[in-house]
């Protein structure tokens, strides 16, 4: 068990009802961890959707500057923002009817997290998708 995630049937359950994945800072510079994310979670089979108003596509996908704007349902979001820029984000993704949010590595907001609980989203803090996906599907780093 991951010390920073003492939930890990949750992230089992993550992932089970996962199909589409809004990526929130998703960067189009390939040496960027968001990026490297994406990529890997895209080859895993999930669609992945950019949240960026910075950039207009990556990976040929349409980028959309907020989650409200994405006309699709979406399963999880990802946050690849600093902690004090998740409240709005998490907001968003509770007014668009997200299943779960994940907030990756460093990012943490404990204020948010109790908000997306209350409205019954899963939630992750403080972990990586990536690595948790590599550790469940048995493929070596």
């Avoid at 999930?46 to 699709?72: A, D, T």
Wanted: with cysteine; net charge positive; aromatic share 6%.
């Amino acid at each position: 068990m991951n010390p920073k995630q003492p939930y890990p049937k949750i992230i089992d359950r993550i992932f089970e009802s996962t199909n589409t994945i809004a990526i929130v800072g998703l960067s189009d510079d390939p040496s960027r961890s968001s990026h490297r994310i994406g990529s890997y979670l895209l080859d895993n089979g999930y669609k992945v959707i950019p949240v960026n108003p910075n950039v207009n596509s990556v990976f040929g996908i349409k980028s959309y500057p907020h989650l409200r704007q994405i006309p699709h349902q979406i399963d999880l979001v990802n946050i690849f923002r600093r902690s004090e820029h998740v409240q709005p984000v998490v907001k968003d993704a509770i007014k668009i009817g997200v299943k779960s949010i994940w907030m990756q590595d460093g990012v943490q907001d404990t204020n948010a997290e109790k908000m997306a609980l209350n409205a019954g989203i899963m939630v992750v803090m403080n972990d990586c998708v990536y690595r948790q996906h590599k550790l469940r599907s048995g493929r070596p780093k």
